[in-house]
Antibody, heavy 121, light 106 residues
Framework: QVQLQESGPGLVKPSQTLSLTCTVS??????????WSWIRQPAGKGLEWIGR???????KYNPSLESRTTISVDTSKNQFSLNLSSVTAADTAVYFC?????????????WGQGTLVTVSS | DIQMTQSPSSLSASVGDTVTISCRAS??????LNWYQHKPGKAPSLLIH???RLQSGVPSRFSGRGSGTDFTLTISSLQPEDFATYYC?????????FGPGTKVDI
């Protein structure tokens, strides 16, 4: 059973860059049947898709965040990462990493537990 | 972008009840519609993919229907562990948006 685990600072200052890593265990991030995504949820609000990456490094981002977002993959470490620049308080949220399955209608079939990132000085 | 709406936003039910949640897309998405259950402090979990296909390990009391723009999630014989928030999400084209959620409580 594949497992995903987010890691990174829980507190980021305004205008700085939020950086998170998702470590995949129990499966290979190079498996061509999957994409790898980041999703976030501000407190009391719904889920927002941030973007996804394929093992080749090909990316697609939510246009609302694209200018500030970079997702990268490190196949040697079985990890993928999120960088979100120029953060404000509006970026305070629980950030989830998730696996996207081609076999299941491109649904998010496995998720990490989520990590809270607070943007505050 | 494709917008997703859900109704109701919340509902109260009892163990044993049957509940139905509706989801509508702002344009046709074929059957690229997925349903998730989310409990506080936990990771969301996939219940239904491709509108009506039950994810492995999910109890058969969960079912999904629909195509095009209108979809439903039905939970038959509600169990105590089913009290949660349910989200629909389209996977038709990026950005892959979620509905606002339906909270099911007692």
């Amino acid at each position: 059973q594949v497992q995903l685990q987010e890691s990174g600072p829980g507190l980021v200052k305004p205008s700085q860059t939020l950086s998170l890593t998702c470590t995949v265990s129990g499966g290979s991030i190079s498996d061509g049947n999957y994409y790898w995504s980041w999703i976030r949820q501000p407190a009391g609000k719904g889920l927002e898709w941030i973007g996804r990456i394929y093992t080749s490094g090909s990316t697609k981002y939510n246009p609302s965040l694209e200018s500030r977002t970079t997702i990268s993959v490190d196949t040697s470490k079985n990890q993928f990462s999120l960088n979100l620049s120029s953060v404000t308080a509006a970026d305070t949220a629980v950030y989830f990493c998730a696996r996207v399955s081609h076999n299941y209608g491109r649904a998010f079939d496995q998720w990490g537990q989520g990590t809270l990132v607070t943007v505050s000085s | 972008d494709i917008q997703m709406t859900q109704s109701p936003s919340s509902l109260s039910a009892s163990v044993g009840d049957t509940v139905t949640i509706s989801c509508r897309a702002s344009q046709t998405i074929s059957t690229y519609l997925n349903w998730y259950q989310h409990k506080p402090g936990k990771a969301p979990s996939l219940l239904i993919h491709t509108a009506s296909r039950l994810q492995s390990g999910v109890p058969s009391r969960f079912s999904g229907r629909g195509s095009g723009t209108d979809f439903t999630l039905t939970i038959s014989s509600l169990q105590p562990e089913d009290f949660a928030t349910y989200y629909c999400q389209h996977s038709y084209s990026a950005p892959f948006t979620f509905g606002p959620g339906t909270k099911v409580d007692i």
